[in-house]
């Protein structure tokens, strides 16, 4: 049987920089060589040993269904995020992480599993797409 893995997430964004930026500083992601598409900017990421994230330029006239503010008018509340569209990384160090994102001013909330094993925290990137971080056991 084949076993499937992570290869990349796409997001797009109208400002690419800001967004690659943010995720080299908070997950220490790595900027890698990209195609040359021609007009089309993009900048791809890899996180080593997990997945690559491809950020590409946005383009107003496609109207793609999925953007993270697609809601009518959209609230940014991180006490929602669980119950929604996010991308969720496991780490270590979980308690020097949470307070390098209160350092850099990024608004949180905070929770536990029902069996209060596995901390959790959730937060949004620049463009508003959902993150959530959770503890890893040091096992």
């Known amino acids: ?9 796409a997001r797009e964004s109208s400002d690419i920089t800001r967004l690659a930026q943010f995720y ?11 195609p040359d598409f021609g ?3 993009v900048v791809w990421l890899n996180l080593p040993g997990a997945f690559a994230m491809h ?20 609230v940014r509340d991180p006490r929602h995020l669980p119950m929604g569209h996010h991308i969720c990384f496991s780490i270590s160090n979980f308690d020097s992480f949470l307070r390098s994102l209160k350092e850099k001013g990024v608004e949180t909330f905070e929770k536990s599993l029902p069996d209060g094993k596995v901390k959790q925290v959730f937060f949004f990137d620049p ?9 890893r056991s040091e096992s």
Do not use: C
């Open 39 to 41: 007009d089309l900017k």
């Open 24 to 34: 080299k500083e908070v997950f220490g992601f790595e900027e890698i060589e990209s």
């Open 1 to 9: 049987t084949n076993m499937a893995t992570l290869g990349h997430i």
């Open 55 to 74: 950020i590409i330029q946005r383009n107003t006239s496609t109207n793609l269904p999925e953007g993270p503010y697609s809601a009518t008018s959209a």
């Open 127 to 135: 463009d508003g797409n959902g993150l959530e971080v959770a503890s």
